[in-house]
């Protein structure tokens, strides 16, 4: 069974960086696309970025276009989210995702990220 644990999260100040990281176990992580997704209090959880299982395409939501870079490292079984230039607006907890072959989705913990003055 898959099991994702998300880390790096924390407080920051406006303008700071974060990277999290999402160890994987259970499961080929190097066949499975991977994804990053943030939820705030009172809304839908919001999907922030994805990578396929190689690495070689990636896709952001336009609100953190040019701002966030996901990556990953299939040696590690670890996936990356590099967060730049924070903004308020992205305090949130942070998840790691993958979709079985089957439709199922797997979750971490989550991480919270907090970007406050």
């Known amino acids: 069974q898959a099991q994702l644990m998300e880390s790096g999260g924390g407080l920051v100040q406006p303008g700071g960086s974060l990277r999290l990281s999402c160890a994987a176990s259970?499961?080929?992580?190097?066949?499975?696309?991977m994804n990053w997704y943030r939820e705030t209090p009172g809304k839908e959880r919001e999907l922030v970025a994805m990578i396929t299982s190689t690495g070689g395409s990636t896709n952001y939501a336009d609100s953190v276009k040019g701002r966030f870079t996901i990556s990953r490292d299939n040696a590690k079984n670890t996936v990356y989210l590099q967060m730049n230039s924070l903004i308020v607006e992205y305090t949130a907890v942070y998840y790691c995702?993958?979709?079985?072959?089957?439709?199922?989705?797997?979750w971490g913990q989550g991480t919270q990220v907090t970007v406050s003055s």
């Open positions: 995702n993958v979709r079985s072959d089957d439709g199922y989705d797997y």
């Open positions: 259970g499961f080929m992580f190097s066949r499975y696309a």
